[in-house]
C-alpha cells in the first residue's frame, strides 16, 4: 500500500514468503551470492512445500548489512558473522532490559499502592520509618 512500510514489530517483516531470486534483487546481490551467506549462516532461509529457499524482509535488511560491512567498511565474512552475532546479542538484551523495566514499574505501582493503604487508619499496613520502603503488618494483641 502506498506509504506503509513494515517494521521489525509486524509479523509481515519475519515471514518466509520471497523467494530467492526476489530476495537476491531486493537485497542488490546475485542468488548465488545469497546461497553462499545461507551456507555461511548468516541468514537462514524458510523451506517452501517444493523444498525452494524463502526469506523474510528482515532477512533482506540483514543481507544489505552483510553487504555493507564486507563492501564498504572492508569486513571479510568471519568478522560479519560475528558482527551479526552480537548485534541479535544486543537486540535480546535489550528486549530484556525493557521487559525488566515494566515488571520493575508494576512493582513499584504496586508499593506506592500499598504505601497509600498504610496511610488510612484501621489499615494493618505501617510504615517501618519514614525513610524505608519496606511495611510491616501490625495486629494489635487481643485481651485473652
Not at 118 to 137: E, K, M, Q, Y
Given at each position: 500500500?502506498?506509504?506503509?512500510h513494515?517494521?521489525?514489530?509486524?509479523?509481515?517483516?519475519e515471514?518466509?514468503?520471497?523467494?530467492i531470486?526476489?530476495?537476491?534483487?531486493?537485497?542488490?546481490?546475485?542468488?548465488?551470492?545469497?546461497?553462499?551467506?545461507?551456507r555461511?549462516?548468516?541468514?537462514?532461509?524458510?523451506r517452501?512445500?517444493?523444498?525452494?529457499?524463502r526469506?523474510?524482509?528482515?532477512?533482506?535488511?540483514?543481507?544489505?548489512?552483510?553487504?555493507?560491512?564486507?563492501?564498504?567498511e572492508?569486513?571479510?565474512?568471519?568478522?560479519?558473522k560475528?558482527?551479526?552475532g552480537?548485534?541479535?546479542?544486543?537486540e535480546q538484551?535489550?528486549?530484556?532490559?525493557a521487559?525488566?523495566?515494566?515488571?520493575?514499574?508494576?512493582?513499584?505501582?504496586?508499593?506506592?499502592?500499598?504505601?497509600?493503604?498504610?496511610?488510612?487508619?484501621?489499615?494493618?499496613?505501617?510504615?517501618?520509618?519514614?525513610?524505608?520502603?519496606?511495611?510491616?503488618?501490625?495486629?494489635p494483641?487481643?485481651?485473652?
Amino acid at each position: 500500500m502506498a506509504g506503509e512500510h513494515i517494521g521489525s514489530g509486524d509479523p509481515a517483516y519475519e515471514a518466509k514468503v520471497l523467494m530467492i531470486s526476489v530476495a537476491a534483487r531486493m537485497a542488490g546481490m546475485h542468488p548465488q551470492t545469497l546461497r553462499q551467506y545461507d551456507r555461511l549462516g548468516l541468514v537462514q532461509a524458510g523451506r517452501a512445500a517444493g523444498g525452494g529457499r524463502r526469506y523474510s524482509v528482515r532477512d533482506v535488511v540483514l543481507l544489505r548489512e552483510v553487504q555493507r560491512l564486507s563492501q564498504d567498511e572492508g569486513v571479510n565474512l568471519a568478522g560479519v558473522k560475528r558482527i551479526i552475532g552480537l548485534e541479535r546479542l544486543l537486540e535480546q538484551a535489550q528486549q530484556r532490559i525493557a521487559r525488566l523495566e515494566a515488571e520493575l514499574d508494576a512493582a513499584y505501582r504496586r508499593v506506592a499502592e500499598l504505601e497509600s493503604l498504610a496511610r488510612f487508619p484501621g489499615s494493618d499496613l505501617v510504615p517501618t520509618n519514614r525513610t524505608s520502603t519496606a511495611l510491616v503488618v501490625w495486629r494489635p494483641r487481643r485481651d485473652r
